[in-house]
Nanobody, 121 residues
Framework: QVQLVESGGGLVQAGGSLRLSCAAS????????MGWYRQAPGEQRKLVAHITNGGLTTYADSVKGRFTISRDNAKNRVLLQMNSLKPEDTAVYYC???????????????WGQGTQVTVSS
């Protein structure tokens, strides 16, 4: 089992920046990828970005060019730098870890408690 602790959410004006951080502990040997998802009110949880052990990144189209995911493997931590924030980025952001499935799949099965990001217009 992997335990995740997130930090860094808050309230920011449109155009501003925030950085989210997530630290993993527990069965970290099983982690293949770390990522961030977000869930806005009334919507499903959606992928924001993830990064594999080897540094391969994937981003949602809506955040490309504005958000950057990075990973400190030595500290078992993943960061999400969010720039040029928009009101539509408002959501609860969840950190997650995933195990490799098959040749190229990832199953995200461990989740943090979530941190609120609110972007005012």
């Amino acid at each position: 089992q992997v335990q995740l602790v997130e930090s860094g959410g808050g309230l920011v004006q449109a155009g501003g920046s925030l950085r989210l951080s997530c630290a993993a502990s527990g069965s970290i040997f099983s982690i293949y990828a770390m990522g961030w998802y977000r869930q806005a009110p009334g919507e499903q949880r959606k992928l924001v970005a993830h990064i594999t052990n080897g540094g391969l990144t994937t981003y949602a189209d809506s955040v490309k060019g504005r958000f950057t995911i990075s990973r400190d493997n030595a500290k078992n931590r993943v960061l999400l730098q969010m720039n040029s924030l928009k009101p539509e980025d408002t959501a609860v952001y969840y950190c997650a870890t995933g195990e490799r499935v098959g040749a190229a799949g990832i199953h995200f099965g461990s989740w943090g408690q979530g941190t609120q990001v609110t972007v005012s217009s």
